[in-house]
Protein backbone atom coordinates (compact mmCIF):
# COMPACT_ATOMS: atom_id res chain seq x y z
CA UNK A 1 0.00 0.00 0.00
CA UNK A 2 1.51 2.94 -1.01
CA UNK A 3 2.85 5.51 1.47
CA UNK A 4 0.75 8.88 0.39
CA UNK A 5 -2.89 6.46 0.55
CA UNK A 6 -2.29 6.19 4.39
CA UNK A 7 -4.92 8.19 6.29
CA UNK A 8 -3.98 11.46 7.99
CA UNK A 9 -4.63 12.32 11.54
CA UNK A 10 -4.96 16.26 12.34
CA UNK A 11 -2.07 16.20 15.00
CA UNK A 12 -0.03 15.18 11.66
CA UNK A 13 -1.89 17.37 9.20
CA UNK A 14 -0.50 20.30 11.45
CA UNK A 15 3.03 18.95 12.38
CA UNK A 16 5.62 21.68 11.59
CA UNK A 17 8.28 19.65 10.34
CA UNK A 18 10.82 22.82 9.10
CA UNK A 19 10.35 24.33 12.88
CA UNK A 20 11.32 20.77 13.86
CA UNK A 21 14.50 20.86 11.91
CA UNK A 22 15.51 24.23 12.66
CA UNK A 23 15.01 23.80 16.25
CA UNK A 24 17.14 20.35 15.95
CA UNK A 25 19.85 22.29 14.08
CA UNK A 26 20.19 24.87 17.11
CA UNK A 27 19.81 22.05 19.71
CA UNK A 28 21.17 18.95 18.82
CA UNK A 29 24.25 19.25 20.47
CA UNK A 30 22.64 19.46 23.83
CA UNK A 31 22.52 15.67 23.02
CA UNK A 32 26.32 14.93 24.44
CA UNK A 33 24.80 17.09 27.88
CA UNK A 34 22.10 14.41 28.10
CA UNK A 35 24.36 11.35 27.33
CA UNK A 36 26.56 12.69 30.02
CA UNK A 37 24.16 13.08 32.46
CA UNK A 38 22.58 9.36 31.89
CA UNK A 39 26.43 8.26 31.62
CA UNK A 40 27.80 10.17 34.44
CA UNK A 41 28.33 9.15 38.19
CA UNK A 42 27.15 11.82 40.49
CA UNK A 43 28.43 12.07 44.46
CA UNK A 44 25.44 14.15 45.37
CA UNK A 45 27.58 14.49 48.56
CA UNK A 46 26.07 17.41 50.82
CA UNK A 47 22.97 17.39 48.67
CA UNK A 48 21.87 13.56 50.08
CA UNK A 49 23.30 15.06 53.96
CA UNK A 50 20.97 17.64 53.46
CA UNK A 51 18.35 15.31 52.15
CA UNK A 52 18.75 12.95 54.98
CA UNK A 53 19.21 15.33 57.35
CA UNK A 54 15.73 16.68 56.48
CA UNK A 55 14.02 13.64 56.53
CA UNK A 56 15.55 12.58 59.94
CA UNK A 57 14.76 15.38 61.72
CA UNK A 58 11.16 15.27 59.89
CA UNK A 59 10.61 11.28 61.44
CA UNK A 60 12.52 12.67 64.81
CA UNK A 61 9.50 15.11 65.28
CA UNK A 62 6.46 13.14 63.89
CA UNK A 63 8.21 10.03 66.28
CA UNK A 64 8.07 12.33 69.17
CA UNK A 65 4.48 13.32 68.60
CA UNK A 66 2.75 10.15 67.53
CA UNK A 67 4.83 8.41 70.02
CA UNK A 68 3.90 10.29 72.69
CA UNK A 69 -0.20 10.75 71.47
CA UNK A 70 -0.42 6.59 71.43
CA UNK A 71 1.38 6.33 74.36
CA UNK A 72 -0.97 7.95 76.36
CA UNK A 73 -3.64 6.41 75.10
CA UNK A 74 -2.73 3.11 75.30
CA UNK A 75 -1.59 3.83 79.47
CA UNK A 76 -5.29 5.48 79.89
CA UNK A 77 -7.20 3.93 77.63
CA UNK A 78 -5.96 0.16 76.78
CA UNK A 79 -4.98 -1.62 73.49
CA UNK A 80 -7.77 -1.82 71.92
CA UNK A 81 -8.72 1.98 72.02
CA UNK A 82 -5.17 2.71 71.01
CA UNK A 83 -5.94 0.39 67.65
CA UNK A 84 -9.02 1.09 66.57
CA UNK A 85 -9.94 4.80 67.62
CA UNK A 86 -9.98 7.22 65.17
CA UNK A 87 -9.48 9.87 66.58
CA UNK A 88 -5.69 9.71 65.62
CA UNK A 89 -6.81 11.23 62.68
CA UNK A 90 -8.52 14.30 64.15
CA UNK A 91 -6.80 14.45 67.69
CA UNK A 92 -5.62 18.52 68.18
CA UNK A 93 -1.95 16.93 67.72
CA UNK A 94 -1.77 13.89 65.93
CA UNK A 95 -4.13 15.04 63.41
CA UNK A 96 -1.18 17.23 61.50
CA UNK A 97 1.47 14.46 61.77
CA UNK A 98 -1.20 11.41 60.39
CA UNK A 99 -1.35 14.29 57.33
CA UNK A 100 2.19 14.73 56.86
CA UNK A 101 3.30 11.19 57.43
CA UNK A 102 1.02 10.40 54.07
CA UNK A 103 2.40 13.67 52.20
CA UNK A 104 5.86 12.56 52.69
CA UNK A 105 5.44 9.41 51.21
CA UNK A 106 5.09 11.03 47.71
CA UNK A 107 8.62 13.43 48.14
CA UNK A 108 10.10 10.28 49.76
CA UNK A 109 10.55 8.91 46.39
CA UNK A 110 13.53 10.95 46.12
CA UNK A 111 15.35 8.28 47.81
CA UNK A 112 15.12 6.64 44.56
CA UNK A 113 16.74 9.53 42.51
CA UNK A 114 19.61 9.75 44.77
CA UNK A 115 20.34 5.96 43.96
CA UNK A 116 19.64 6.21 40.02
CA UNK A 117 22.32 9.60 39.62
CA UNK A 118 25.11 8.17 41.89
CA UNK A 119 24.68 4.97 39.94
CA UNK A 120 24.51 2.60 42.91
CA UNK A 121 22.62 -0.59 42.86
CA UNK A 122 18.59 -0.22 42.64
CA UNK A 123 17.28 -3.52 44.18
CA UNK A 124 13.77 -4.62 44.06
CA UNK A 125 12.94 -4.37 47.99
CA UNK A 126 13.59 -0.57 47.78
CA UNK A 127 11.43 0.86 45.12
CA UNK A 128 8.62 -1.89 46.13
CA UNK A 129 8.39 -0.37 49.71
CA UNK A 130 8.40 2.90 48.24
CA UNK A 131 5.68 2.31 45.95
CA UNK A 132 3.55 0.40 48.16
CA UNK A 133 3.89 1.94 51.02
CA UNK A 134 2.76 5.46 49.27
CA UNK A 135 -0.28 3.77 47.57
CA UNK A 136 -1.47 1.94 50.73
CA UNK A 137 -1.15 5.25 53.03
CA UNK A 138 -3.13 7.41 50.97
CA UNK A 139 -5.71 4.76 50.49
CA UNK A 140 -6.26 3.86 54.13
CA UNK A 141 -5.88 7.58 55.16
CA UNK A 142 -9.23 8.44 53.36
CA UNK A 143 -11.08 5.68 55.39
CA UNK A 144 -9.11 6.43 58.52
CA UNK A 145 -8.90 3.03 59.28
CA UNK A 146 -8.40 1.57 62.55
CA UNK A 147 -4.61 0.62 63.18
CA UNK A 148 -3.57 3.83 61.44
CA UNK A 149 -1.95 5.13 64.55
CA UNK A 150 0.33 2.22 65.09
CA UNK A 151 1.57 2.16 61.52
CA UNK A 152 2.20 5.63 61.27
CA UNK A 153 4.46 5.99 64.66
CA UNK A 154 6.27 2.56 63.93
CA UNK A 155 7.63 4.18 60.63
CA UNK A 156 8.27 7.35 61.94
CA UNK A 157 10.14 5.77 64.72
CA UNK A 158 11.88 3.77 62.14
CA UNK A 159 12.52 6.19 59.56
CA UNK A 160 13.90 8.51 62.52
CA UNK A 161 17.00 5.97 63.06
CA UNK A 162 17.04 5.02 59.29
CA UNK A 163 17.73 8.59 58.23
CA UNK A 164 19.78 9.48 60.83
CA UNK A 165 22.14 6.76 59.44
CA UNK A 166 22.22 7.81 56.31
CA UNK A 167 23.20 11.11 57.23
CA UNK A 168 25.58 10.30 58.88
CA UNK A 169 26.92 8.09 56.24
CA UNK A 170 26.59 10.50 53.31
CA UNK A 171 28.70 13.11 55.68
CA UNK A 172 31.37 10.70 55.53
CA UNK A 173 31.19 9.25 59.11
CA UNK A 174 32.15 5.38 59.43
CA UNK A 175 29.18 4.09 61.34
CA UNK A 176 29.47 0.80 62.60
CA UNK A 177 28.34 -2.25 60.52
CA UNK A 178 26.21 -3.27 63.61
CA UNK A 179 24.28 -0.41 63.29
CA UNK A 180 23.20 -1.13 59.98
CA UNK A 181 22.20 -4.60 61.00
CA UNK A 182 20.13 -2.92 63.81
CA UNK A 183 18.11 -0.65 61.52
CA UNK A 184 17.27 -3.93 59.33
CA UNK A 185 16.17 -5.75 62.63
CA UNK A 186 14.20 -2.86 63.24
CA UNK A 187 12.26 -2.85 60.41
CA UNK A 188 11.64 -6.43 60.38
CA UNK A 189 10.33 -6.18 63.84
CA UNK A 190 7.81 -3.48 62.39
CA UNK A 191 6.66 -5.45 59.61
CA UNK A 192 5.88 -8.07 62.10
CA UNK A 193 4.20 -5.96 64.74
CA UNK A 194 2.35 -4.61 61.80
CA UNK A 195 0.57 -8.34 61.01
CA UNK A 196 -0.01 -8.34 64.83
CA UNK A 197 -1.75 -4.92 64.64
CA UNK A 198 -3.71 -6.36 61.37
CA UNK A 199 -4.76 -9.12 63.11
CA UNK A 200 -6.17 -7.38 66.51
CA UNK A 201 -8.38 -5.38 64.07
CA UNK A 202 -9.93 -8.46 62.14
CA UNK A 203 -10.45 -9.85 65.82
CA UNK A 204 -12.47 -7.17 66.90
CA UNK A 205 -14.03 -7.17 63.55
CA UNK A 206 -15.38 -10.28 63.58
CA UNK A 207 -16.70 -9.87 67.59
CA UNK A 208 -18.64 -7.50 66.29
CA UNK A 209 -16.74 -4.82 68.26
CA UNK A 210 -16.49 -0.93 66.92
CA UNK A 211 -12.47 -1.20 65.34
CA UNK A 212 -13.19 0.44 62.14
CA UNK A 213 -11.93 -0.93 58.87
CA UNK A 214 -12.40 -3.22 55.96
CA UNK A 215 -11.67 -6.40 55.09
CA UNK A 216 -9.85 -5.18 51.77
CA UNK A 217 -8.02 -2.97 53.79
CA UNK A 218 -6.92 -5.81 56.52
CA UNK A 219 -6.22 -7.98 53.70
CA UNK A 220 -3.98 -5.81 51.42
CA UNK A 221 -2.14 -4.35 54.59
CA UNK A 222 -1.47 -8.00 54.87
CA UNK A 223 -0.07 -9.07 52.30
CA UNK A 224 2.21 -5.83 52.28
CA UNK A 225 3.48 -6.01 55.94
CA UNK A 226 3.94 -10.11 55.19
CA UNK A 227 5.79 -9.16 51.51
CA UNK A 228 8.08 -6.74 53.47
CA UNK A 229 8.91 -9.37 56.06
CA UNK A 230 9.92 -12.05 53.59
CA UNK A 231 12.22 -9.32 52.10
CA UNK A 232 13.57 -7.35 54.56
CA UNK A 233 14.63 -11.08 56.20
CA UNK A 234 16.14 -11.58 52.57
CA UNK A 235 17.99 -8.91 52.43
CA UNK A 236 19.35 -9.03 56.44
CA UNK A 237 20.69 -12.91 55.28
CA UNK A 238 22.36 -12.00 52.43
CA UNK A 239 23.86 -8.52 53.58
CA UNK A 240 24.59 -9.37 56.78
CA UNK A 241 24.94 -13.50 56.91
CA UNK A 242 26.25 -14.21 53.58
CA UNK A 243 29.05 -11.61 53.17
CA UNK A 244 30.01 -12.23 56.77
CA UNK A 245 30.83 -15.59 56.00
CA UNK A 246 32.24 -14.81 52.41
CA UNK A 247 34.44 -12.25 54.19
CA UNK A 248 35.65 -14.73 56.82
CA UNK A 249 36.46 -17.40 53.89
CA UNK A 250 38.40 -14.58 51.76
CA UNK A 251 40.01 -13.65 55.39
CA UNK A 252 41.05 -17.16 55.87
CA UNK A 253 42.28 -17.98 52.19
CA UNK A 254 44.81 -14.55 52.52
CA UNK A 255 45.87 -15.62 55.68
CA UNK A 256 46.62 -19.28 54.25
CA UNK A 257 48.48 -17.93 51.44
CA UNK A 258 50.38 -15.55 53.98
CA UNK A 259 51.49 -18.64 55.98
CA UNK A 260 52.07 -20.46 52.75
CA UNK A 261 54.60 -17.23 51.47
CA UNK A 262 56.37 -17.42 54.55
CA UNK A 263 57.33 -20.78 54.47
CA UNK A 264 58.69 -20.70 51.36
CA UNK A 265 60.65 -17.92 52.09
CA UNK A 266 62.22 -20.10 55.29
CA UNK A 267 62.94 -23.14 52.81
Known amino acids: MSVLALQEYEFERQFNEDEAIRWMQENWKKSFLFSALYAGKFELRKPLVLWSLTLAAFSIFGAIRTGSYMTFILMSKGLKQSVCDQSFYNGP ?3 FWAYA ?3 SKAPELGDTLFIVLRKQKLIFLHWYHHITVLLYSWYSYKDMVAGGGWFMTMNYLVHAVMY ?8 GFKVSRKFAMFITITQITQMLMGCVVNYLVYSWMQQGQECPSHMQNIVWSSLMYLSYFVLFVQFFYEAYITKSRQMAAAAAAAATAAAATAAKKRE
Not at 164 to 171: G, K, Q, T
Open 93 to 95: VSK
Open 101 to 103: FVL
Open 164 to 171: SYYALRAA
